[in-house]
């Protein structure tokens, strides 16, 4: 319960006076009442026992008197005894007895009096009272005034500057002729108040140049204390995780979203390699449960501060972007690599075609082309043409169309990419079947990406096979209008442990260097049909096979995207 200091004080004051009255008014009372009663009770007792013996006295000396006049023969002629009782002295004594009374009167008037001089001592003390209670209360104002009220004032400011307020002020009494103390200290405390919001003002501006400064790193940074809070992080960090900047508090809230630290047992955590085993630099590859599809690449480090190990500091890399770079170095080394064969074999073949048009036109333009010359002639001819139309295609490939939602017909795309194959598969006795349920099945997206993502899939499944493999490609379209393109080999199939781990970058299954490829191949794979809006699925028996499934939205949907 919250009681005012003004209260305080002139509680205390009053109770103390009241105390400090009732005791002075009991022991007053007490002792000196007393002693006057005992000695008013004193005097009259004593008194009363005198006038008792002079009554006595008095009837004495009658009946002594009326002795000796009853029998004559008592009396006696002594003179002391004669004064005795003799009329004379009887009256001696009635005077001495009112002198008694009288004297009893006049102490009783005297206790009176000194009775009366209490009570005015009483009144006396009760308008003393109510003056010092007047004081008091003067004095409660006047403390109020010089003391309380610039209290309340510098103790209202202080709640609204606990609470965050660093714009109020405590009023200054510019005007006083008489400045106290609490009148420097209410100077003083603003002036505080000043300094600290500029402070806290330069505080706040290098935080700000600091966030905008992290904020302008392509990279997610954090940093990460040893209670696995999140002290800073930038605008990518959290777009990587999916999170506001309030919603993240702990580091495996943010990125794995669970309540405790994450298993060390199946979980490389850099904050426990650097502050409990001391290492200086780690790098490990995770997914964020955000974006589960994604790899990050993050590269952790000790942030000393004050000479100790109190924090890590993360940079985070998303590796989509270097697949994404990967597979536009693939895409040029293809192109330039097409646009060299182009020129150096089209340009062969051109003149060889050109050859053989003027042989046909000059010697055979007559004969019939049934003719077995001319017919043998002509074939060559074809072959040329078609020899000639393989750099095109290699040129078509390599292409880069900046129109990511070009229409792409799905047959004629896998057709092309069959013919650029079918030297090796036939060169391993392996044979490649498509089957369609219609001829003219559209998608979205780029052509180049597409076959790109075809051919990916086509040569793991050529790696994966031995003699007489088949390689069977199904294209169908389902009551939703999504379109769905399976590839099934009857290769050696994928592991269990590594299925879930065949679209990471830079993984390959292959023991067998010669066949083992970069681990690129998928995971670009994966990222091109996920950018066209697809998905990608894989199932595998070890010893049987595997099928890789791609699915497409229907047009309308990709087109609304």
């Not at 990587?240 to 047992?265: F, M, V, W």
């Amino acid at each position: 319960m919250f009681v005012s200091l003004n209260r305080k004080i002139i509680y205390s004051i009053l109770l103390l006076f009241l105390i400090t009255s009732l005791i002075f008014v009991y022991t007053f009372y007490l002792v000196y009442g007393n002693k006057i009663q005992e000695e008013q009770l004193y005097s009259i007792q004593r008194n009363q026992q005198y006038i008792e013996l002079l009554y006595r006295s008095i009837n004495m000396s009658k009946e002594v008197r009326q002795f000796l006049s009853d029998h004559p023969e008592f009396a006696t002629g002594d003179a002391p005894l004669k004064s005795f009782y003799s009329a004379s002295s009887e009256e001696e004594r009635l005077e001495q007895l009112a002198t008694e009374q009288k004297k009893i009167a006049e102490i009783s008037n005297s206790f009176d009096q000194r009775y009366q001089t209490i009570q005015e001592s009483l009144k006396i003390f009760v308008v003393s009272s109510t003056l010092i209670v007047l004081s008091i209360i003067l004095l409660a104002l006047l403390i109020t005034r010089w003391i309380l009220n610039p209290i309340n004032k510098i103790s209202a400011v202080s709640e609204a500057v606990a609470h965050g307020n660093l714009d109020v002020r405590i009023p200054e009494n510019r005007h006083s002729k008489f400045a106290d103390e609490l009148d420097y200290l209410i100077t003083t405390f603003n002036q505080m108040l000043n300094n600290l919001q500029a402070v806290i003002s330069e505080v706040k501006d290098k935080e700000q140049f600091l966030q905008s400064l992290i904020d302008s790193i392509p990279d997610g940074i954090r940093v990460i204390d040893k209670n696995y809070n999140i002290i800073i992080a930038n605008k990518a960090y959290y777009k990587q995780i999916g999170h506001s900047q309030k919603d993240c508090k702990k580091c495996y809230e943010a990125s794995q979203k669970i309540r405790t630290p994450c298993n060390l047992e199946t979980f490389h955590c850099p904050l426990h390699e650097i502050l409990h085993n001391h290492k200086n630099n780690i790098s490990v590859v995770q997914q964020f449960a955000a974006f589960p599809q994604r790899h990050l690449s993050i590269n952790a480090a000790p942030l000393k501060h004050n000479g100790k190990d109190k924090y890590i500091v993360e940079a985070i890399r998303d590796l989509s972007e270097d697949i994404n770079f990967s597979h536009q170095q693939k895409l040029s080394s293809l192109g330039f690599l097409s646009t060299s064969i182009a020129h150096e074999i089209k340009n062969h073949l051109g003149a060889l075609r050109m050859i053989l048009e003027r042989l046909l036109d000059k010697f055979y333009a007559d004969k019939d082309d049934e003719a077995e010359d001319k017919k043998s002639l002509l074939m060559i001819y074809n072959e040329l043409v078609r020899c000639i139309d393989v750099p095109e295609r290699l040129l078509k490939l390599a292409r880069s169309v900046e129109d990511n939602k070009q229409q792409i017909n799905v047959k004629d795309s896998i057709t092309d990419v069959i013919r650029l194959v079918d030297f090796e598969a036939k060169s391993k006795g392996i044979t490649i079947e498509m089957h369609t349920t219609a001829n003219n099945i559209i998608i979205r997206g780029n052509d180049a990406d597409f076959k790109m993502v075809v051919i990916n899939i086509i040569m793991n499944a050529l790696k994966a096979m031995d003699a007489n493999g088949i390689l069977s490609i199904n294209i169908k379209e389902d009551k939703s209008g999504h379109i769905n393109i399976s590839f099934t080999d009857t290769g050696i199939g994928i592991s269990p442990e590594n299925l879930n781990r065949i679209f990471d970058p830079f993984f390959s299954e292959g023991h067998d260097n010669a066949k083992k490829g970069t681990g690129l191949g998928l995971s670009i794979a994966k990222s091109i049909v996920e950018k066209s809006g697809g998905k990608i699925s894989v199932s595998s028996t070890v010893g049987v096979g595997s099928c890789f499934t791609l699915s497409f939205p229907p047009i309308k949907k990709v087109a609304k995207k």
